[in-house]
């Protein structure tokens, strides 16, 4: 296998750019952009903290030689001459999946099972020592960061020349039969709860992606895309539904009303642990004295990861420096404003601080909804699909298909322009395209064997 690191670096970009590979992990940024970078060390972020998500963790395990062939390719790519898998210790399976295959130069690291291990700034510390700068890439500190998904992707892109069409994600919480599976792209997320049986009980709400990270679905007709991790059905009177429908007027009006600066939300700030200056506690006092601070602590709101803690689990009184945070970070964005501040000490207490997952799980009452959502495979297909024409950072995808045409799994039917940032656009199904949009592009299975459409996939609980 360790061939593969003798392999043309530009024949591996172009096949990952041809296949549309993306960061899988949320962000969906242009993987074969990412693999024109030289770095030292080349790391996959297996952490996947996010309580109730269980994709990477099967992915890892079910395909572990197409893991470490897609950091192999990766490794060739930028030159890194290390390769690290992070995965926590509970994954057991996948550590003994993978431990047999490593090959020279790949080495596992075992991650505690903590909250935000995911977050690529906090991965790259606990895994190599290293700390990324405040509103700097892994990249100048030497490091490259992709998820499981993402290699995979990579590793079938090189090899088989295989296009980017199915996303695995887990389906979890109030549903009858919590799952991961994959589905081809633009499947309307409603499809995916009907697989998991519907949901359990009579006032459902959805999450789109993790609790911590994940935003509120008001539409089930939303579809997977490649950045899709998963969809969680919780009750619609659940602390996290009722959190996320709080409007910016409450969230001020409590950060003005009852902040008593204890500091808790800074001094359990991953951000602010390892170094960076992000000060959640002094952002809200700024809030409620017109923002009197330095011009460097409301700017520092920019390097927020927007990870929760300091909502969900730091805040006594049930405040959101986070929403705060986003708040800033869109105005501060608008004014083309940047975070320029140094890389500080770190807190010496830093490891002592870490939130084990298992008490955020308590926190956030999710002990009833945290389901084992084993991986399955599914032969249905849906009857149609509503494919975005950007499922990734950069410039939307430009459709080069029309509609009534006949279109096959795996077929371009949207490019880039040349020189612009982004990636192709396949189609996930065989069919007949049905609409060419202005965001998407719809097509209509040519098989009968498909999902059935338009019932309610919430189901009232048994008895
Ligand atoms: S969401 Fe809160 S805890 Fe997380 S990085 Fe931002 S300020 Fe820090
Ligand atoms: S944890 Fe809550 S109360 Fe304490 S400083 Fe932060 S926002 Fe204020």
Not at 28 to 46: C, D, M, Q, R, W
Request: hydrophobic share 40%; charged share 20%; with cysteine.
């Amino acid at each position: 296998m360790t061939r593969i690191l003798d392999l043309d670096a530009g024949l591996i970009r172009r096949r990952v750019a041809a296949a549309g590979v993306v960061g899988a992990g949320g962000a969906g940024f242009p993987t074969h952009v990412k693999l024109n970078a030289s770095a030292e060390i080349y790391l996959v972020n297996g952490a996947e903290c996010e309580p109730l998500l269980k994709v990477d963790q099967q992915m890892a395990d079910e395909q572990a030689e197409w893991l470490i062939k897609g950091l192999l390719y990766g490794m060739a790519a930028t030159g890194a001459a290390e390769g690290i898998i992070a995965l926590k210790a509970k994954y057991q399976a996948a550590i003994d999946r993978l431990t047999p295959l490593l090959p020279e130069r790949v080495r596992l690291h075992i991650l505690p099972d903590i909250y935000p291990a995911g977050d690529e700034v906090i991965t790259i510390w606990l895994a190599t020592g290293r700390r990324v700068p405040p509103a700097q890439l892994p990249l100048s500190i030497g490091v490259v960061v992709s998820n499981v998904q993402t290699l995979i992707n990579v590793a079938r892109a090189v090899e088989l020349e295989q296009p980017v069409t199915q996303r695995t994600l887990t389906v979890n919480g109030a549903v009858r039969q919590p799952l991961t599976l994959s589905l081809p792209l633009g499947t309307p997320l409603r499809e995916a709860l009907a697989l998991a049986g519907g949901c359990t009980v009579s006032n459902p709400a959805f999450i789109n992606g993790g609790p911590m990270m994940g935003h509120l679905l008001d539409d089930l007709d939303e579809p997977v895309t490649k950045t899709t991790g998963g969809l969680l059905v919780l009750p619609e009177d659940h602390l996290l539904i009722r959190r996320r429908r709080q409007s910016m007027d409450t969230v001020l009006a409590m950060a003005r009303s009852v902040c008593e600066q204890c500091t808790l939300c800074t001094e359990l700030c991953p951000r602010h642990m390892i170094g960076h200056e992000l000060p959640p506690h002094l952002i809200v006092r700024a809030t409620n004295y017109q923002h009197i601070a330095q011009p460097s602590v409301l700017l520092s709101a920019l390097t927020c990861s927007e990870c929760g803690i300091c909502e969900a689990y730091a805040c006594p009184v049930e405040i959101s420096p986070m929403r705060l945070n986003q708040a800033l970070k869109g105005r501060l964005r608008a004014e083309g404003a940047r975070y320029e501040g140094e890389l500080r000490a770190a807190d010496p207490m830093a490891e002592y601080r870490l939130l084990p997952v298992s008490r955020l799980i308590s926190r956030l009452e999710l002990q009833a909804f945290n389901h084992k959502a084993p991986m399955q495979v599914t032969d249905d297909a849906p009857r149609e699909v509503s494919l975005p024409l950007r499922q990734h950072i950069g410039v939307a995808a430009e459709p080069c298909v029309g509609v009534g045409q006949t279109v096959v799994a795996g077929q371009c039917i949207a490019s880039i322009p040349e020189g612009q940032l982004g990636v192709p656009l396949h189609a996930s199904i065989d069919g007949q395209v049905i609409e060419v949009g202005i965001s998407h592009i719809r097509i209509a299975a040519s098989t009968a064997d498909t999902l059935s459409q338009g019932e309610s996939p919430c189901i009232t609980p048994s008895a």
